[in-house]
């Protein structure tokens, strides 16, 4: 029910820019020097102006990839190192994957922007149930953000967690940004 909301959401390429604005406005995105974050695709919220953003300031920016089952993060240089790859993803292609200094650690990661289907105000998430996610936030420091960028279709009451599920610190729609009340350091 909310990818179908989330697909037929009006104006999703303003809304995106709303809440790139309002992510861009938080002092847990100005004071990161590296950025992990996905790369919007199709109905999500885009994420590419805000890696523009980050390079033009001078940041680290990693994308995650997957790889066998698992999300690894990369150290993206430009956007014209993302192609095309399972899933409708955008991803950096295996040639650049494999060069020497391109790995990242989560434990390098200031700041997570996140993805979902499902969120809610406490901080839940819900994703496509393959645990990801959950699994690549679960290796991160516990002074990393956790930022997730969503649609206000998205938001609902209560998303069901299970204790391998990974909370996030807030949750940025058009509407606003909300914090979830999660103790962050």
Same mark, same amino acid.
Do not use: N
């Given at each position: ?36 974050? /996905? ?92 645990? /990801? /996610? ?24 209560? *998303? ?10 807030? *949750? ?14």
């Amino acid at each position: 029910e909310i990818l179908a909301r989330r697909a037929a959401e009006p104006g999703r390429d303003r809304k995106s820019a709303t809440i790139a604005e309002r992510v861009q406005a938080m002092p847990a995105f100005t004071e990161a020097g590296t950025v992990a974050t /996905y790369v919007g695709v199709g109905p999500e919220v885009a994420t590419l102006p805000l890696i523009t953003a980050l390079f033009a300031a001078g940041r680290r920016v990693a994308v995650p990839w997957v790889d066998r089952g698992e999300l690894r993060l990369f150290e993206l240089r430009s956007v014209d190192e993302l192609a095309p790859a399972p899933f409708g993803l955008l991803e950096p292609p295996a040639e650049l994957r494999g060069q020497a200094g391109r790995s990242m650690e989560p434990a390098e990661v200031d700041l997570f922007l996140v993805p979902g289907v499902a969120f809610d105000r406490a901080g839940g998430r819900l994703g496509h149930g393959r645990g /990801y /996610y959950d699994r690549l936030l679960a290796r991160a420091r516990a002074d990393a953000a956790r930022v997730a960028l969503a649609f206000e279709c998205q938001m609902v009451d209560q *998303v069901p967690m299970t204790p391998a599920d990974v909370p996030v610190h807030w *949750v940025v729609t058009e509407a606003g940004v909300q914090e979830t009340g999660l103790s962050f350091p």
